[in-house]
């Protein structure tokens, strides 16, 4: 099976450019997560999505970050524009449903705003 | 709001070495618990789930016990090898997204 995918790996910008990250998840699964990690911490959750609709996008910074998932598969992530404190690992996950089972986590988009 | 709290912060230990990780919730009410290994800029890894009716679980060389009504979680690592070398995290579910602690490096000194 194969797992969560996510690209590009790698993204170096400078402040104020905008930046997209892409996410496709397990086949089958409803719900996808992107999450933040900034250096030292553990990983933040920016939005949810259902099937393609948002449960949960309060921790989204929605003056600069989007997110959307198209026919509830792929999933895109973008900042317009970044800012220094933007630098992080970002991270997709997907799970069958919401709530108690097992989320999968894909290798991550590491970030760094110039 | 959820809290989760991971103690040390980091760990070096001599290869060989059983040992034990600490992690601590602070809302009992949970569905389960995820123990995740995460290697220097990369993603990740799922080594543990338990469930809230269970107390531990076991996969090779890693145990992981909850004990719901204290808010407690321990990961235990035995007979510790080099590749162990890595951030360990725990993680509870919330209403719509999972609570992270911070997490513990763990270094294995060959």
């Known amino acids: 099976e194969a797992g969560v995918a996510q690209s590009p790996r790698y993204k170096i910008i400078e402040k104020r450019q905008s930046v997209a990250f892409w996410c496709n998840p397990i086949s089958g699964h409803a719900t996808l997560y992107w999450y933040q990690q900034i250096l030292g911490q553990g990983p933040k959750l920016l939005i949810q999505f259902q099937n393609n609709g948002v449960v949960d996008d309060s921790q989204l910074p929605k003056d600069r970050f989007s997110a959307e998932r198209l026919k509830g598969v792929d999933s895109t992530l973008k900042i317009q524009p970044a800012k220094l404190e933007d630098s992080a690992v970002y991270l997709c996950?997907?799970?069958?449903?919401?709530?108690?089972?097992?989320?999968?986590f894909g290798p991550g988009t590491r970030l760094t705003v110039t | 709001k959820q809290e989760v709290t991971q103690i040390p912060a980091a760990l070096s230990v001599p290869e060989g070495e059983n040992l034990v990780l600490n992690c601590s919730f602070t809302?009992?009410?949970?569905?389960?618990l995820q123990w995740f290994r995460q290697d220097p800029g990369k993603g990740l890894t799922s080594l543990l789930l338990i469930q809230s009716s269970q107390r531990e679980q076991t996969s090779g060389r890693l145990n992981a016990s909850l004990d719901k009504s204290s808010g407690r979680s321990t990961l235990y690592i035995a007979a510790s090898q080099p590749g162990d070398s890595a951030t360990y995290l725990c993680a509870v579910p919330g209403a719509n997204n999972l609570f992270f602690g911070t997490g513990t490096r763990l270094t294995v000194i060959p």
């Open positions: 996950a997907s799970s069958l449903t919401d709530g108690a089972y097992e989320q999968y």
């Open positions: 809302d009992s009410a949970i569905y389960n």
